[in-house]
T-cell receptor
Framework: EAGVAQSPRYKIIEKRQSVAFWCNPISGHATLYWYQQILGQGPKLLIQFQNNGVVDDSQLPKDRFSAERLKGVDSTLKIQPAKLEDSAVYLC????????????FGSGTRLTVV | KNEVEQSPQNLTAQEGEFITINCSYSVGISALHWLQQHPGGGIVSLFMLSSGKKKHGRLIATINIQEKHSSLHITASHPRDSAVYICAVTIQGAQKLVFGQGTRLTINP
């Protein structure tokens, strides 16, 4: 079974620039998550999709962050404009959406804003 | 106070030692997860527990639902076990993970 694919692995941008991350979940996984993990902290949920609908985006800074999951498969997360404090690892995860299954995480995208 | 607390935050041990990492939570859960994160960021799911105990190789995870506490044990630790170990819980009624802050484990040869 292929894992959760994320790209790019690393990105360095200047503040005020924009950036986009891509995630391809495991085939058949209805639920997709984007997490932000700042160095030394646990991941924080940014947004959760169930198929192509948003279930929870309460912690997404909507003035600068946006995410979409067209067709209920791939997802993109965008930051525009980036701030220094956005430097973090952005993790994508997917699950089938039932509590009996675990989560599968991607390798993450490490973003550095300078 | 975080909903999921781990201890210790950092742990350094010698190869061969028995390792215990603890996790306490304060919310109703439907499952608890132990995750391993290596440098570079990728996260691997080690265990998902809703009761009792699970074992995989040298790793053992236990959970006490009444006490809202879980432990991850590593027997005969090895330098390749060096990683950040994260406890996370699935909130009851929601397909959503809440994470602890992680425990950084370093095993010296």
């Amino acid at each position: 079974e292929a894992g959760v694919a994320q790209s790019p692995r690393y990105k360095i941008i200047e503040k005020r620039q924009s950036v986009a991350f891509w995630c391809n979940p495991i085939s058949g996984h209805a639920t997709l998550y984007w997490y932000q993990q700042i160095l030394g902290q646990g991941p924080k949920l940014l947004i959760q999709f169930q198929n192509n609908g948003v279930v929870d985006d309460s912690q997404l800074p909507k003035d600068r962050f946006s995410a979409e999951r067209l067709k209920g498969v791939d997802s993109t997360l965008k930051i525009q404009p980036a701030k220094l404090e956005d430097s973090a690892v952005y993790l994508c995860a997917s699950s089938t959406g039932t509590r009996l299954t675990g989560y599968t995480f991607g390798s993450g995208t490490r973003l550095t804003v300078v | 106070k975080n909903e999921v607390e781990q201890s210790p935050q950092n742990l350094t041990a010698q190869e061969g030692e028995f390792i215990t990492i603890n996790c306490s939570y304060s919310v109703g859960i439907s499952a608890l997860h132990w995750l391993q994160q290596h440098p570079g960021g990728g996260i691997v799911s080690l265990f998902m527990l809703s009761s009792g105990k699970k074992k995989h190789g040298r790793l053992i995870a236990t959970i006490n639902i009444q006490e809202k506490h879980s432990s991850l044990h590593i027997t005969a630790s090895h330098p390749r076990d060096s990683a950040v170990y994260i406890c996370a819980v699935t909130i009851q009624g929601a397909q959503k993970l809440v994470f602890g802050q992680g425990t950084r484990l370093t095993i010296n040869p």
